[in-house]
C-alpha cells in the first residue's frame, strides 16, 4: 500500500457525511418488515419484485425487471456514475424459505414466523427477514441515501434483487419453472448484461466477510428391496439388510452414510486467509412406499443427500467417495447426481475487501470479526459473480435463531446500511486504470 493509499483512508469518502445523515433508522426497519411481510417462496417472488421496483422508481433511481419466466422477475435499480469509476453491485435475494408445499411435511405450516415478520422492541423477528429481506432492505436504503443525498460517483452502483437463491431443485415430478434455483437469479442478471467490476452480497454474516462459498452436489440413493409382501406374509429377520422391505433396508444405509459424512467434513476441509470452508452432508429427504397403503412392503426406497463441495472439488470425485461407502454395506442400491453447482473462491477481490475494512472500521471503531466456518461453508450467490470472473464477497448483517424464531437487532440493519453505503462510496469512486 503506498503512502497515497494511506492517507487516502483518513479522508473522508466523497457525500459521506450526506449520505449517512440520510439513512434513516425508522424508514429501514419499516422497510425490512413490509418486504418480508410479502411471503415470496421460491417461485413466487413476483410480489415482492414488483414492490421493489416500485419503490426504487418511486425514490427516483432508474429501475426494471429481468425474468426467465413472467412470474419470477428479478429486479435491477441502477444509480448512474459520472464515467470512469469501478462499478459495483448490490446483490440480495427475494425468495424466501418455506412454501406452503414445503411446510406441510418439513415445518408447522400454521407458525406466523415463516411468512410473516414483526417487531419486538428492538428486535426483528421472522425467517424471511433475516434471509435475506433484512438484508436487502439495508441495501435499498444504503442506495436511496446516496442518490437522495446527491453523493458524487464516478462509477455506477447497481442494487438487485434476485428470485431463486434458496436452494429448490427440480427432482422427480418437482419440476421447472417452480422448481428451478440459480438459473433463474443472479446468473440470469449476469448472463443478460447486469455486471460490475465487483459484487457485493448482502447476507447476514454477524459482520464477518467471506469470499469463499461452497458448491453443491445432490444425490439420489435408490435403495433396492425385494419383491412386495403383503403384510400378514413378511418377516422379521435380526439382520436389517436382509429384510425384503426397502424401507427397512434403508437403514444400515442411513447409518454408513452418517458415518461417511463425518470423516467426509474433516477430511476435505479448506483452509483460506478469511476461514475455513466445512463441506457437510445431510440426508434431506426419503421416499418409499405410499402413505395410504402401508399394507405391503416397498420394493425401492429414495434417499436424497445434500452434499457440500470446498472450491477445490467435483461432483464425480465425490460420487466415486460415495459408491466405496455404499460398497461397504450389503444393501442393493443404485445412485445418480441430480444437481452439481461448483464453489468458489472470489480472485482479485482485494479492493473491495479493503473498501469494506475500511467502512467496517469507521462504523464500529474496530477490525471485523472471524467468520464462523458455517458461514463459509453454504451457497451464496457469490458463487454465479466469481463463476463469472467479477469478484464477490458477502457481509451482513447479525443474526440469531433462538427458541425456533430467527431474529436480528434494528440496530444491526442500521450498522449494515451505513457499511454498505461507505463501501459502495469508497468503490465507485475509484477510478478506473
Same mark, same amino acid.
Given at each position: ?182 438459473? *433463474?437469479? !443472479?446468473?440470469?442478471?449476469? @448472463?443478460?448484461?447486469?455486471? &460490475?467490476?465487483? #459484487?457485493?452480497? $448482502? +447476507? ?126 450389503? *444393501?442393493? !442400491?443404485?445412485?445418480?447426481? @441430480?444437481?452439481?453447482?461448483? &464453489?468458489?473462491? #472470489?480472485?482479485? $477481490? +482485494? ?83
Amino acid at each position: 500500500m503506498t503512502t497515497e493509499d494511506l492517507e487516502r483512508q483518513d479522508a473522508p469518502l466523497p457525500g459521506e457525511a450526506e449520505v449517512l445523515a440520510a439513512i434513516d433508522r425508522e424508514e429501514l426497519i419499516s422497510l425490512a418488515l413490509d418486504l418480508a411481510n410479502i411471503d415470496s417462496p421460491s417461485g413466487e417472488e413476483k410480489p415482492v419484485s414488483d414492490f421493489i421496483l416500485h419503490w426504487l422508481t418511486g425514490h427516483g433511481i432508474r429501475a426494471r425487471q429481468l425474468a426467465l419466466v413472467p412470474e419470477r422477475p428479478n429486479v435491477v435499480g441502477r444509480i448512474p456514475g459520472s464515467g470512469g469509476g469501478l462499478e459495483l453491485i448490490f446483490n440480495a435475494h427475494m425468495d424466501v424459505a418455506w412454501g406452503p408445499r414445503e411446510r406441510r411435511w418439513m415445518h408447522d405450516p400454521d407458525n406466523p414466523f415463516y411468512t410473516s415478520a414483526w417487531r419486538d422492541g428492538d428486535t426483528l423477528v421472522g425467517n424471511g427477514l433475516v434471509n435475506d429481506k433484512g438484508p436487502l432492505a439495508c441495501t435499498l436504503i444504503a442506495a436511496k441515501a446516496i442518490k437522495e443525498a446527491g453523493a458524487p460517483l464516478l462509477g455506477d452502483l447497481i442494487v438487485t434483487g434476485v428470485c431463486g437463491e434458496i436452494g429448490q431443485e427440480p427432482v422427480d415430478e418437482f419440476t421447472a419453472p417452480t422448481y428451478l434455483s440459480k438459473e *433463474v437469479g !443472479t446468473r440470469y442478471l449476469i @448472463t443478460h448484461g447486469v455486471v &460490475g467490476d465487483f #459484487a457485493f452480497v $448482502a +447476507e447476514a454474516t454477524d459482520f464477518g466477510v467471506t469470499w469463499v462459498e461452497a458448491g453443491k452436489a445432490f444425490f439420489k440413493i435408490t435403495v433396492l428391496g425385494g419383491s412386495s409382501r403383503y403384510t400378514p406374509y413378511i418377516d422379521h429377520p435380526d439382520n436389517l439388510a436382509s429384510n425384503g422391505n426397502a424401507v427397512v433396508r434403508a437403514a444400515p444405509v442411513v447409518t454408513q452414510l452418517e458415518s461417511w459424512a463425518r470423516r467426509y467434513e474433516k477430511e476435505h476441509a479448506y483452509v483460506f486467509e478469511g476461514g475455513t470452508c466445512v463441506p457437510k452432508v445431510n440426508i434431506g429427504a426419503i421416499r418409499g412406499g405410499q402413505p395410504f397403503i402401508p399394507i405391503v412392503t416397498a420394493e425401492k426406497c429414495f434417499l436424497y443427500l445434500d452434499v457440500r463441495l470446498t472450491p477445490t472439488q467435483n461432483a464425480v470425485e465425490v460420487m466415486a467417495e460415495l459408491r466405496e461407502e455404499l460398497a461397504k454395506v450389503d *444393501v442393493p !442400491t443404485e445412485i445418480e447426481c @441430480t444437481l452439481f453447482r461448483r &464453489g468458489y473462491e #472470489a480472485v482479485g $477481490a +482485494e479492493p473491495l475487501l479493503d473498501a469494506l475494512r475500511l467502512a467496517h472500521e469507521a462504523e464500529f471503531d474496530k477490525p471485523m470479526p472471524d467468520l464462523a466456518p458455517p458461514l463459509s461453508s453454504m451457497w451464496r450467490d457469490t458463487n454465479p459473480f466469481n463463476e463469472a470472473g467479477i469478484p464477490a464477497i458477502t457481509y451482513g448483517p447479525a443474526a440469531g435463531v433462538g427458541g425456533g424464531l430467527f431474529w436480528a437487532e434494528a440496530d444491526d440493519f442500521v450498522h449494515a446500511a451505513r457499511v454498505y453505503a461507505r463501501t459502495a462510496l469508497g468503490i465507485c469512486n475509484q477510478a478506473r486504470r
